[in-house]
């Protein structure tokens, strides 16, 4: 045979690696050294299937039973085989000679081999995070990230796995969850320090080696039903933003194999999304919390009859996925009986959080100068006072009303800073302006304004109104404003109504008005003097008389 070797050009008897001959029989004609180290028993006239793999031999039993053109290199259909040979790897190059016996040429492959599974390792841990962290970080909600994290590292790293977060008082909350499974939630009270390295894990320490873990003294509320026994644990911590999110504890079986240096550096990579998803959802929760409580406070309250004097209010912020903005009111019961109770509604400049910051800062400036709520002219001085030293370059408007009753009437005394006049709705439809009108708050360092004294017969009311219900632009063609003539006529629909149906109506109508479109904060207070019992009804067509 003179053929040369695939790899270097040398006789098959010259060839570095294994070369071996089998005729159409499958018996070996020759095997030079390389061959003899590769497989020990290969002689000349032993059965090729009796010394070399299955995978070889019934490559050579396809390759002769083909018509190959005798000295040429069998491709395509008849190219090279592949496979393992012990711990190695070769690839099978087959060339047909003349008399139909098939020339073997080995080549060792291992070393591709390997690099091959690496890269696949490594794309398929890179494809595996990169889901792993759209899933995670597709929701802010901490118990559904726990969950997620459970389940995925249960799933695709181990045969169980639990995932700790930080101590709650004297317990630890822990998701559990073993292959196939759903994750499981509980609170246990149990001691990290019967795991080694759990308590430095919750802490953010570096993790312990798993060599170091016992796996026989895993304690049994580590074992999550489904898993009968443990063979090997990894502990690692879930680092958060500043804080160390939880702990990530990976089980496998006693009949799987032992976790690799290498899986648990890949465990470490995923519980460093994981950690980083949990911090994100632990902090978004507790900023709702205390944006929620913030809201609370700054919401305007539920308005009802105060010392026989009957309030009603509504609010609609700008945007429907706001829940403050600029406009606001507030009722303050006198402090003692017979005295006035002090209306404030106003409408600071802007939208959005901030107008609701400077919202709660003029709220509470106000309920500091409460004391002085029956001179409306200090009043107003000193708030707009504090608002000029502030550091913030917003103003207001407002009005200012003090109510108090006297015998079936209320006596009303309104002032207004740079605010819309209140308007005087009377039991018989007429409506009328009050006479009151003053300087914006906040905005220059003098302030003036007039106050006007009104009084409510029973079934009258005074209505103070944001400039967003007047100037709401919306109507048929979608860009005219709702204004004072339109507002006038809706509340001539109420006379004599109580408060509350007032506030619906005109709420209903601004609402109607502006349809989707955009519109300005929009606040509105109605103060009645009520009316109590029904006497008569005269001639059975008119509403009759009642009494406060």
Not at 144 to 170: K, N, W, Y
Not at 251 to 259: D, I, K, S
Request: glycine letters at 8%.
């Amino acid at each position: 045979m003179t053929s040369g070797s695939p790899a270097t050009g040398l006789p098959w008897n010259e060839a570095p690696h294994p070369v071996l001959g089998a005729d159409p029989r499958a018996r070996l004609v020759f095997v030079n050294e390389a061959a003899r180290r590769v497989f020990p028993r290969a002689r000349p006239g032993a059965a090729l299937a009796d010394v070399v793999p299955a995978w070889l031999a019934t490559a050579h039993a396809r390759y002769a039973a083909d018509a190959v053109p005798a000295g040429r290199p069998a491709t395509g259909a008849h190219g090279p085989a592949l496979g393992p040979v012990g711990a190695e790897s070769f690839e099978a190059h087959p060339t047909v000679r003349d008399d139909g016996t098939v020339v073997w040429w080995l080549v060792d492959d291992t070393d591709h081999r390997l690099a091959r599974e690496a890269l696949r390792t490594a794309e398929e841990r890179t494809a595996f995070l990169v889901r792993s962290s759209n899933l995670l970080l597709s929701s802010l909600n901490l118990d559904r990230c726990m969950d997620a994290t459970a389940q995925l590292a249960a799933e695709h790293l181990a045969d169980a796995a639990l995932v700790i977060a930080p101590a709650r008082g004297s317990v630890l909350p822990v998701v559990s969850c073993v292959r196939g499974g759903t994750p499981s939630a509980s609170l246990l009270a149990v001691d990290p320090e019967e795991v080694p390295g759990l308590a430095e894990a919750l802490q953010g320490f570096p993790p312990v080696p798993s060599l170091w873990i016992d796996s026989a003294r895993a304690p049994a509320w580590l074992v999550p039903e489904g898993l009968d026994a443990v063979g090997s644990i990894v502990v690692t911590p879930l680092p958060g933003h500043g804080v160390p999110a939880g702990a990530l504890i990976l089980l496998r079986g006693t009949g799987a194999a032992a976790f690799t240096e290498d899986e648990e550096v890949f465990a470490r990579l995923f519980a460093a999304r994981s950690g980083a998803a949990m911090s994100a959802a632990r902090l978004y929760a507790e900023q709702a919390s205390i944006t929620d409580t913030l809201m609370r406070e700054l919401l305007p309250p539920p308005l009802n009859r105060v010392a026989g004097v009957e309030y009603a209010g509504g609010y609609r912020p700008s945007k429907e996925h706001e829940r403050v903005g600029g406009d606001f009111y507030d009722v303050h019961p006198a402090a003692d009986e017979g005295d006035a109770s002090l209306v404030v509604l106003g409408d600071v400049c802007g939208k959005g959080l901030e107008a609701a910051v400077m919202t709660g800062k003029i709220r509470s400036t106000l309920h500091a100068l409460l004391p002085m709520a029956d001179d409306h002219h200090r009043l107003l001085s000193l708030l707009n006072s504090a608002l000029l030293n502030s550091e913030s370059t917003r103003f207001a408007t407002m009005v200012l009303a003090s109510a108090a009753r006297e015998g079936s009437s209320v006596r009303l005394r309104l002032t207004s800073a740079g605010h819309p006049a209140p308007l005087v709705l009377r039991s018989d439809g007429r409506t009328e302006t009050a006479a009151t009108h003053g300087t914006l708050v906040g905005a220059l360092p003098d302030f003036s304004a007039e106050t006007a004294a009104v009084t409510l017969a029973p079934g009258d009311a005074c209505v103070l109104y944001t400039d967003g219900i007047s100037e709401a632009r919306g109507g048929p063609l979608g860009g005219e404003m709702f204004g004072e003539e339109r507002l006038r006529r809706a509340l001539e629909e109420c006379a004599a109504m109580p408060a509350q149906t007032v506030v619906d109506h005109v709420q209903m109508l601004t609402s109607r008005w502006v349809g989707r479109g955009r519109h300005d904060d929009m606040a509105i207070v109605v103060i009645s003097a009520p009316r109590t019992h029904h006497l008569s009804a005269v001639d059975g067509h008119t509403r009759g008389r009642f009494t406060a």
